[in-house]
């Protein structure tokens, strides 16, 4: 049975150039980064070589590169560590109601310890706007965070003209953007933005679990969240995963220069894919079209529970989502805050693409689709 892997917003299978980069960085650069013979002295190599490419893929300088365990402490360290930098200059943070919950329980966290949350929600048309976070900005604001690409519809948010607008308010407001799943699917200049800190995910695009990293601007300062060998200039204490970091590296070159070229074939595959749903007249889109990335389809399938389809589709081999694998189980939040209903956020599929998924198995999926269909409407009945 063949297997169609439609789940890359959860996770992503290593590519060869990470998987060479790791066990190369394992037989090899096994040293520890921090110490002072040879052996340490290539380890450092592997992790400087690595903070190149990725500042390359962001145009940013590589001391603004630092590394993480993924994208859950990169999102936690620059809301709270920027916060607590922070603190006497106010006590309010702006967000967004459709954040990933590494950021939207920080933020409850640091509610309940006083600070003031302000969530902003999409307009009616499905879209975030830069002046609803101008007009909720003042000068206690110390925090703006919100995502570039949510993870659940695929709706881009308009990070820079935010980033401005945010500054033009008030220029001492810190802004993060998680960028987990807008990574090296869309371009982006940090060099002369108005963004201070960007968080980054490895295993989201082709790299293994246990690595992220978060860009942080030259000049800004957070509050470390761990304590011990003083790594990465004290600001992330820790002997750093060399192989991990080294596979990070690779994946992120092998792909940063393709961007534009990936791009559009995931949108090929979207816009292909969207077109043999419409032959099925039990399937919703979820999904805001004319502003998405291109990577991500969210549908809702009439009177069929999502893990139930979820569940007949992995019989057949074909694996995807019912919305973020860090909320299984629950409830859509997400889709709530973007209007709908119970009846779609409780049949909710997210389809993830990867650039060698084929037509034919697009095709096939839609066969499958509507046989399920078929299928499971019988049973109920």
């Not at 990725?54 to 993924?70: H, M, N, R, V, Y």
Request: glycine share 6%; aromatic share 8%; hydrophobic share 40%.
């Amino acid at each position: 049975m063949q297997e169609i892997y439609l789940d890359n917003s959860a996770t992503t299978k290593p590519c060869d150039a990470a998987i060479t980069a790791c066990v190369q960085a394992m037989q090899q650069d096994y040293g520890n980064p921090s110490s002072l013979h040879r052996k340490g002295f290539e380890a450092e190599k592997v992790v400087i070589k690595a903070k190149q490419e990725l500042a390359k893929a962001l145009f940013c300088e590589p001391s603004e590169i630092l590394f993480t365990s993924g994208a859950t402490e990169s999102n936690n360290l620059a809301v709270v560590g920027s916060v607590l930098a922070n603190k006497r200059k106010g006590n309010k943070i702006v967000t967004t109601a459709i954040e990933h919950p590494s950021v939207k329980e920080t933020m409850k966290m640091l509610q309940q310890q006083g600070y003031i949350i302000k969530e902003v929600f999409p307009r009616e048309d499905g879209a975030f706007y830069e002046m609803d976070f101008f007009d909720e900005v003042d000068d206690q604001t110390v925090l703006v965070s919100c995502m570039w690409v949510n993870n659940e519809t695929g709706l881009i948010l308009p990070i820079e003209k935010i980033a401005k607008a945010v500054k033009r308010k008030n220029p001492n407001t810190v802004v993060h953007v998680d960028a987990v799943q807008g990574f090296l699917k869309l371009s982006i200049k940090l060099k002369n933005n108005e963004i201070d800190l960007l968080s980054m995910s490895g295993h989201k695009v082709y790299a293994p679990k246990g690595i992220g990293a978060l860009y942080i601007k030259k000049g800004i300062r957070l509050v470390p969240q761990t304590f011990g060998g003083n790594q990465q200039s004290g600001i992330r204490s820790g002997t750093e995963p060399t192989p991990l970091i080294a596979a990070f590296g690779a994946a992120v070159a092998s792909q940063r220069e393709q961007i534009s070229a990936v791009k559009e074939r995931y949108q090929q595959l979207k816009d292909y894919f969207v077109e043999k749903l419409a032959e099925i007249p039990e399937v919703h889109i979820n999904t805001k079209l004319d502003n998405s990335a291109p990577h991500i389809l969210n549908i809702s399938i009439a009177n069929i529970r999502s893990e139930v389809m979820l569940h007949y589709l992995e019989q057949y081999g074909i694996y995807v989502s019912s919305g973020s694998a860090c909320a299984k189980g629950k409830q859509s939040y997400v889709l709530a805050a973007f209007g709908l209903e119970k009846e779609y956020t409780d049949t909710a599929i997210r389809i993830s693409f990867s650039p060698d998924i084929t037509i034919q198995q697009l095709d096939y999926v839609t066969e499958q689709l509507k046989e399920g269909i078929n299928t499971l409407a019988k049973i109920k009945r």
